[in-house]
């Protein structure tokens, strides 16, 4: 994961680096300081403030079936949980099936799109957004977000923190390219509180609602639902209350 892009303002790296596809080579990271259109899933944005955040998007090239898909988004929690660990000390957790909680919080997000190049080629752009330095937030997330410096109380060295990321998103694609997909399964669940935990889950126009279980081998969520376990591969997840796994 060598060739780095750097730009000052960009609309979305994950865009960007869509643009460039054909001509860049796997591991290629383009970083910006700037989004003027981040996006989030569901077509939400992505709001972060230039110069106090890390805002980039790495390109992978997997020889895997496609049906792995879901789990390079949980390797990436897990390579943010543990640097911002080792950087700053702090435990966050991974909350499926992309985000990063810090105190409850969203510290993280990630965004995974799968795409093809010219020659057909299954592509994947992991676009990684970690609340760093930023101290003040958009009222309509202050009950919802907070950054890694609210907690520090300090500023955070950046470049350190994206050295330590890249070297533990390295470790973690190996283990996938390798296909040791339930070394993965198990390290997201360590560094996750979200199983045993009473979900609800909004799904297009509706909503499912149980006890989250389990990680299926496909990265999926298992959940305990009156009706039985479902597998569920994408959704909007709330946690709302402690329940038995
Ligand atoms: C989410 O929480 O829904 C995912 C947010 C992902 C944000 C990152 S910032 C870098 C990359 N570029 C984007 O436009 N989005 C991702």
Known sequence: MNNIIFLNTVDSTN??????????????????EEQTAGRGRFSRSWISQKYMNLTFSLLLKPNYGAEKFGLLSLLSGIAVVRASKSVTGLTTTCKWP??????????????????????????VIVGIGINVNQTEFPEELQTTATSLSLHTHTTIDR??????????????????????????????????????????????????????????????????TDSGLMKVYAGDVTISKKGTP
């Not at 865009?15 to 910006?32: C, F, P, Q, R, W």
């Not at 990680?215 to 999926?220: R, T």
Request: hydrophobic share 35%.
């Open 15 to 32: 865009t960007y680096l869509k643009s460039v596809i054909n001509d860049v080579n796997e591991g290629t990271i383009v970083l910006a």
């Open 98 to 123: 992309n985000d990063v909680l810090l105190d409850g919080k969203k510290v993280c997000g990630i965004l995974s799109e799968l795409v093809k190049d010219s020659n057909g080629t299954s592509c």
């Open 159 to 224: 470049l350190h923190l994206l050295s330590v990321l890249f070297e533990e998103l390295k470790k973690g694609y190996e283990q996938f390219q390798s296909g040791n997909y339930s070394a993965i399964i198990q390290d997201w669940k360590k560094n996750s509180t979200m199983l045993g935990q009473h979900i609800s889950v909004q799904q297009n126009n509706s909503t499912l609602t149980g006890i989250a279980t389990d990680i299926a081998d496909d990265g999926a969520l298992v959940i305990r």
